[in-house]
């Protein structure tokens, strides 16, 4: 059986995470943050179904400010979780943030250096060191108002967001992503601040599980031991979203990694929380199903026999036992029996066989769960595009609810259809940017249109 990896202990709030402590569930509001009556609501909806922190979307300081609205009522009514305000792009955002909410997470990849514009760039080893020290010199600030109030820190590193600058030096890789957040991680070692969360997110679970685990080893080099959050971003929503967070997910807590999760879902936010704790009581039995499926490979097939109470179950425990194994490439197939009687067995196989990256017998759909951010109708939209996409086998369709992450985290995507305004959507083949701004209730017509044209 794997041992838990052992990491310090961060303070959020009225809870702890890492080191002895229980492995945290946590979910992201969509409500509009100035919406305090809307984000109030959904916080509580979030918090009943079980979950322990509840992350809102602050785009400027508007945002920021309103979270000590939100935070008040809250705490009136009863609920005193921890409330996490999500920042990109503007420093002073997270300044503001940090006075009024338990934790901030910051993205290494735009806190400070500008839009990413795909281009690469030349840096002398001079050169680059100065651009480290325009890093300290935002984050050293933001840092100590943290330490005034008491508020803890996720360094949140998404593959999708790099900088030019790491992308230029690293280029897409692991490594690129790992140094992305350990140059702001020493600087929050130098400052001698400890209430930090460390998360590298992915949309491709190979990407998430190896670079993950790279972060582990080179903190551990540097004798740093911070806990881990875990997520599989744009992970889509039905059983597609469920197996492939269960893959990448499941593949680290099995192997002792993860401190804290999020199943990020294309869904209403309270629906992640039963799929992400299901998956943090299955720990002990996948980890042996993963023994027993790593013995049983023959002829490149890995054989797992698995029995559970109801479909869902089932789903996540066969995903989470074999889920390393496969982006590992112990094998590359996978045959499923089970004690109780499934007619869809074969399609679960090819399903998992997919969100390891092995094979692809269906199209594929890099959706994010949407936020305070988000710029239209998410779950309407992924509904049309689905009903319109879904015989186009091995196709891959990225869903955007705004920039941030898109075009980035869909890089690998044959297309993307992304909010690039109120009502407006930007369609992109890979990372090129074809159509601007076409208004949403004709945008996925365009991507059919696109999509059919380029078929021909």
């Given amino acids: 059986m794997s041992i838990r990896r052992i990491s310090s202990v961060a303070h959020v ?20 943050t100035n919406d305090t009556e809307g984000s109030v609501a959904q916080a509580k909806r979030i ?60 993205n290494p990849g735009n806190y400070v250096d500008p839009g990413r514009t795909f281009k690469h760039l030349e840096y002398t080893d001079e050169e680059y060191q100065e651009e480290l020290k325009k890093i300290e010199a935002k984050l050293v600030p933001f840092i100590n108002i943290c330490k005034e109030h008491h508020t803890a820190v996720r360094i949140g ?32 070692r130098r400052e001698n601040f400890n209430d930090v969360v460390i998360s590298i997110k992915a949309s491709n679970t190979v990407v998430m599980v190896t670079t993950v685990r790279l972060l582990v080893k080179t903190m551990d080099k540097e004798d740093m031991h911070y806990p881990l959050h875990l997520g599989v971003t744009e992970a889509g929503e039905g059983e597609d979203g469920r197996i492939k967070s269960a893959v990448g997910i499941g593949a680290l807590l099995t192997e002792g990694i993860g401190d804290t999760i999020r199943v990020s879902l294309s869904e209403e936010p309270e629906c992640e929380i039963p799929v992400a704790r299901k998956l943090v009581e299955l720990i002990p039995e996948c980890d042996r199903l993963r023994a027993e499926a790593e013995a049983s490979i023959k002829d490149d097939t890995i054989t797992l026999t698995v029995d559970a109470p109801d479909w869902e179950t089932l789903q996540l425990k066969a995903a989470m036992a074999v889920g390393g194994l496969l982006i590992d490439r112990k094998a590359t197939k996978l045959v499923i029996t089970s004690n109780t009687s499934h007619t869809s067995l074969t399609s679960l196989a090819d399903a998992i066989l997919q969100a390891a990256r092995i094979k692809f017998t269906k199209t594929e759909y890099i959706s994010c769960p949407g936020c305070g951010r988000t710029l239209y109708n998410l779950q309407e939209t992924i509904a049309k595009i689905k009903a319109a996409t879904s015989h186009l086998v091995g196709l891959k369709i990225g ?44 945008a996925v017509d365009k991507l059919l249109e696109l999509i059919n044209k380029d078929m021909k």
């Fill in 47 to 106: 918090i009943d179904a079980g979950g322990e922190l509840v992350r809102f979307t602050t785009q400027g300081t508007r945002e920021a400010e309103n979270m000590k609205n939100i935070s008040a009522r809250l705490k009136a009514d009863g609920y005193n979780q921890p409330l996490v305000a999500d920042v990109h792009f503007t420093a002073h955002t997270a300044d503001v943030a940090a006075q009024y909410c338990e934790k901030v997470r910051i």
């Fill in 13 to 32: 709030g009225n809870i702890a995470i890492g080191g002895d402590n229980p492995i945290r569930i946590q979910s992201m509001a969509t409500t509009d």
């Fill in 157 to 188: 590193v998404n593959h999708g967001s790099l900088s030019d600058r790491i992308m230029s030096r690293y280029g897409d890789t692991p490594e690129g992503i790992v140094e992305s957040c350990m140059e702001f991680l020493r600087i929050f």
């Fill in 399 to 442: 869903i955007m609810g705004c920039i941030v992450n898109g075009p980035g985290e869909m890089a690998d995507a044959d297309y993307g259809y992304v909010g690039a305004g109120r009502g407006k959507i930007s369609l992109y083949k890979q990372k090129v940017c074809v159509e601007k701004n076409i208004p949403e209730e004709e």
